[in-house]
């Protein structure tokens, strides 16, 4: 038997690696993924491209711009509109400005095309790692894509429509215009988009006078608007800003000199300062609310968006002495008026100031809940005895005062025996004061002060005060506050007997009269002078001079109360607001102080009626004019409303009154000759006034409450409102000639008398004495009713704004251009 062989088969050859293959293989795969990722970004640009956008909307920039409210001399009073926006264009940024948002942002932008390849790759290698969305490398010009067209949500959609969006940008605009848009559309907090609108929220101030360090903490802004912000919180801003310094400097932007300044200047935000009322130079938050009532009727809600610019008539320097003066005014009365004792009283823990970080977190809360008042500080005691008292603003300001005249205003609070809520104390929230070199403690005054200043020669508002405190109530007292207007009304009263035959020099009783209930029918009549002097006969002009009230009445009841109703519409009061009755020669009616320095103005001007306006001109953002004042003037014949010769003669009276009578401080403060005024003091000091007037400026001072109390006993319009007056006066009237009503015709001066042709002497009404039995019944007749003898008309502290015909009034004289 033989054996079979059986024998293994061969293996097959391996194939050899070739890496030639290899790579050939790669490219091919590298090429197909790129075809298809080209062919998959051709479809979606061909796709996404024709739905971009078109950049009509910055080519042809013009977005929401808020009415802006301005003075004669173009100084920004106020802004209204949803958006704070101030448009610049890219010459008129600073270069600092420029240079600190390139560093901060960009700094890159004029080399690349849009992207910023280097930051793209680093925050797409950051989001990978992270598995987020939430790092990212835009541009200012991908930010100028997502600002005008996009959202700003964290999606590749959105990113990839943003990248196509920024090719077109650039392809269409040059890189200033993509730098102009930015700096005036990106968002910076408190409703501010663009930084010149930032830097006058944030620093009060215009964006050509920032400095370097504020322009680095306003180029911080953009990363986090809402939460780096100086105003929510200026710990984080500073380190924004310190960033963007540093940046500055390594760029080449700023020398090393320049940057060690930066870092070490103090940043003074608006509203450390105690505005918070916009930051602007001038304080016409009055002004510019009444402009924005008497154009809302014409343009409604379009007024907020169309960059109206409204020129007022105010001038930025009597404007700002306005508001000085009638400040300075309520406070010197609320000085001498009783310290009520502290706004709040805090529960303070001992040791707190000692952490700083705490104290302040503590002191904000504070100052939030009770904000200052421009130059009233809000504080908390730290400590207090007679002799001294501590407060703090913050950790880094704690004030000590000392000074015992200061302490007196408050003394009555630093006695042990205080009423617990009336007691100084730590814990205590007080408002301080800077008083010269000093600080004071001060209460918020409760007292209510108005100042409106008139040009006789054609009614332009030159300066007004409505209030206190316009962030403490919109309430303008100027327009809206009806108030007895007291004995600044009875020039009004001479006027009319002027031209019933009496002079200056007509004799009238002083002595008081009693009528009694079974008289009049219903109760005593018992009027009398301030003071309770009384005198025997004293010519009308001393009269005036004293301010006599006897004289007063007796002049009114010589020449009928329903013809001095009727009468003093020339002056533009409203007869129904003064019943003709006889209290109405003590002045028992009611003005508002703009209708009284109107009246005024008729005898500064030399008898013409001169309507109040308040808007100069209104023009469109481009600067079209579209509306335009075309007011009446003094010597328009259809203007005079009283004979010269009466305007002749109480210019002559009231001067007199300025220099013998109770006005008299007035003139003596001024050094004028040419100075008309009266005072007034209603029934128990309610109210206080001063009128006063050269021949080509009048105005009106007011104090009192607005829930009508006495201001004191001792208070008159002399002693509280005359010193607003002559506050304003001083710097209004500072290197202006002094002039003179000129002399008409038609007056007879004899012994120093003056009479009209027509009641010469011996045929003027030489005498007005007591109600004779002939003439008491039409006296009886004229006495006002049961109900009293004051109209009591009180201020309503809630209307919201002018009725429809006041406004019309001060709208009456600007006329639309075609």
């Known amino acids: 038997?033989?054996?079979?062989?059986?024998?293994?088969?061969?293996?097959?050859?391996?194939?050899?690696?070739?890496?030639?293959?290899?790579?050939?293989?790669?490219?091919?795969?590298?090429?197909?993924?790129?075809?298809?990722?080209?062919?998959?970004?051709?479809?979606?640009?061909?796709?996404?491209?024709?739905?971009?956008?078109?950049?009509?909307?910055?080519?042809?920039?013009?977005?929401?711009?808020?009415?802006?409210?301005?003075?004669?001399?173009?100084?920004?009073?106020?802004?209204?509109?949803?958006?704070?926006?101030?448009?610049?264009?890219?010459?008129?940024?600073?270069?600092?400005?420029?240079?600190?948002?390139?560093?901060?942002?960009?700094?890159?932008?004029?080399?690349?095309?849009?992207?910023?390849?280097?930051g793209v790759a680093r925050a797409g290698l950051t989001n990978m790692l992270s598995m987020s969305k939430s790092q990212g490398a835009s541009t200012i010009t991908m930010q100028v894509a997502r600002n005008f067209y996009l959202s700003s949500d964290k999606t590749y959609s959105r990113k990839f429509y943003e990248l196509l969006l920024t090719f077109k940008i650039e392809a269409n605009l040059t890189k200033d215009q993509i730098l102009e848009l930015y700096m005036n559309q990106i968002y910076l907090g408190h409703r501010s988009y663009g930084f010149a609108a930032a830097a006058r929220t944030y620093f009060g101030k215009?964006?050509?006078?920032?400095?370097?360090?504020?322009?680095?903490?306003?180029?911080?802004?953009?990363?986090?608007?809402?939460?780096?912000?100086?105003?929510?919180?200026?710990?984080?801003?500073?380190?924004?800003?310190?960033?963007?310094?540093?940046?500055?400097?390594?760029?080449?932007?700023?020398?090393?000199?320049?940057?060690?300044?930066?870092?070490?200047?103090?940043?003074?935000?608006?509203?450390?300062?105690?505005?918070?009322?916009?930051?602007?130079?001038?304080?016409?938050?009055?002004?510019?609310?009444?402009?924005?009532?008497?154009?809302?009727?014409?343009?409604?809600?379009?007024?907020?968006?169309?960059?109206?610019?409204?020129?007022?008539?105010?001038?930025?320097?009597?404007?700002?002495?306005?508001?000085?003066?009638?400040?300075?005014?309520?406070?010197?009365?609320?000085?001498?008026?009783?310290?009520?004792?502290?706004?709040?009283?805090?529960?303070?823990?001992?040791?707190?100031?000692?952490?700083?970080?705490?104290?302040?977190?503590?002191?904000?809360?504070?100052?939030?809940?009770?904000?200052?008042?421009?130059?009233?500080?809000?504080g908390v005691v730290l400590s207090a005895s007679p002799t001294e008292i501590r407060v703090a603003r913050n950790a880094a300001e704690i004030h000590t005062i000392t000074d015992k005249k200061t302490l007196a205003i408050v003394a009555r609070a630093l006695s042990s025996t205080a009423k617990p809520e009336e007691q100084l104390r730590r814990g205590s929230v007080v408002h301080l004061h800077k008083n010269g070199d000093g600080w004071e403690v001060i209460n918020m005054p409760a007292v209510q002060a108005a100042f409106v200043a008139l040009s006789p020669d054609d009614g332009a508002i030159r300066a007004m005060v409505g209030g206190f405190d316009f962030d403490r109530g919109k309430f303008n007292r100027v327009t809206q506050a009806w108030r007895q207007p007291g004995s600044v009304f009875k020039p009004f009263i001479y006027a009319a007997a002027l031209e019933r035959g009496l002079t200056p020099g007509t004799q009238v009783s002083d002595q008081p009269f009693t009528l009694t209930a079974a008289q009049t029918g219903s109760r005593p009549w018992n009027p009398k002078n301030y003071g309770g002097g009384y005198e025997d006969m004293l010519t009308m002009r001393t009269g005036l001079y004293k301010s006599k009230n006897m004289v007063s009445i007796r002049i009114l009841q010589a020449i009928t109360p329903a013809y001095a109703q009727e009468y003093i519409a020339r002056f533009g009061f409203d007869p129904a607001r003064h019943p003709a009755v006889l209290p109405m020669a003590l002045g028992a009616g009611a003005v508002t102080p703009l209708q009284l320095a109107s009246a005024y103005s008729v005898f500064a001007n030399g008898g013409y009626r001169v309507e109040p306006y308040l808007i100069q001109r209104v023009t469109d953002s481009e600067g079209k004019i579209l509306m335009r004042a075309n007011p009446a003037v003094a010597g328009d014949v259809q203007a005079r409303v009283i004979d010269p010769r009466t305007a002749y003669v109480m210019d002559d009276l009231l001067r007199g009154v300025a220099t013998s009578g109770t006005a008299a401080r007035a003139r003596a403060a001024l050094h004028r000759n040419d100075v008309g005024g009266k005072t007034g003091t209603t029934n128990e000091s309610h109210d206080a006034w001063f009128a006063g007037y050269t021949p080509h400026l009048t105005g009106i001072a007011w104090m009192g409450f607005d829930n009508p109390r006495s201001l004191g006993s001792r208070e008159t319009g002399g002693g509280v409102a005359m010193p607003i007056w002559v506050s304003f006066m001083s710097q209004a009237l500072k290197g202006k000639p002094e002039s003179r009503l000129s002399k008409p015709d038609g007056l007879i001066f004899e012994n120093g008398d003056i009479y009209f042709?027509?009641?010469?002497?011996?045929?003027?009404?030489?005498?007005?004495?007591?109600?004779?039995?002939?003439?008491?019944?039409?006296?009886?007749?004229?006495?006002?009713?049961?109900?009293?003898?004051?109209?009591?008309?009180?201020?309503?502290?809630?209307?919201?704004?002018?009725?429809?015909?006041?406004?019309?009034?001060?709208?009456?004289?600007?006329?639309?251009?075609n």
């Open 206 to 378: 215009p964006l050509s006078e920032i400095t370097t360090a504020e322009a680095a903490m306003l180029a911080g802004i953009p990363k986090a608007p809402s939460r780096i912000n100086p105003i929510a919180n200026l710990a984080r801003a500073t380190t924004r800003q310190h960033y963007v310094l540093n940046r500055m400097r390594q760029l080449g932007y700023i020398t090393e000199a320049e940057y060690q300044t930066a870092m070490a200047q103090p940043i003074e935000l608006r509203s450390m300062q105690g505005s918070r009322s916009g930051g602007y130079a001038v304080h016409g938050e009055y002004v510019a609310e009444l402009a924005r009532q008497l154009l809302f009727d014409i343009y409604q809600d379009d007024l907020y968006g169309r960059g109206l610019n409204v020129y007022t008539t105010v001038t930025s320097q009597e404007q700002e002495q306005a508001y000085r003066a009638l400040r300075n005014g309520v406070l010197d009365y609320t000085r001498r008026s009783r310290y009520p004792g502290p706004e709040a009283q805090l529960d303070l823990p001992e040791g707190l100031e000692d952490n700083a970080t705490a104290f302040d977190e503590f002191l904000d809360g504070v100052i939030e809940q009770y904000p200052d008042s421009d130059d009233l500080l809000t």
């Open 757 to 817: 042709a027509e009641f010469p002497p011996g045929q003027s009404i030489a005498s007005v004495g007591l109600p004779t039995p002939d003439t008491l019944g039409e006296f009886l007749m004229n006495l006002p009713t049961a109900e009293g003898e004051a109209i009591p008309i009180h201020a309503d502290t809630n209307q919201p704004s002018m009725s429809n015909d006041e406004l019309g009034q001060l709208l009456n004289r600007l006329e639309r251009n």
């Open 1 to 118: 038997m033989s054996k079979t062989a059986t024998s293994k088969s061969p293996d097959k050859p391996r194939r050899k690696f070739s890496l030639g293959r290899f790579l050939m293989k790669t490219a091919v795969l590298c090429a197909g993924l790129g075809v298809a990722v080209a062919l998959l970004v051709g479809l979606a640009l061909a796709l996404a491209w024709p739905n971009l956008p078109e950049l009509h909307a910055m080519t042809d920039y013009r977005p929401r711009v808020p009415l802006r409210v301005y003075t004669a001399d173009n100084v920004l009073i106020g802004e209204f509109g949803e958006e704070r926006r101030n448009v610049l264009r890219i010459d008129e940024i600073p270069d600092v400005m420029k240079s600190a948002v390139l560093a901060a942002e960009d700094d890159n932008f004029y080399h690349h095309g849009g992207i910023d390849w280097r």
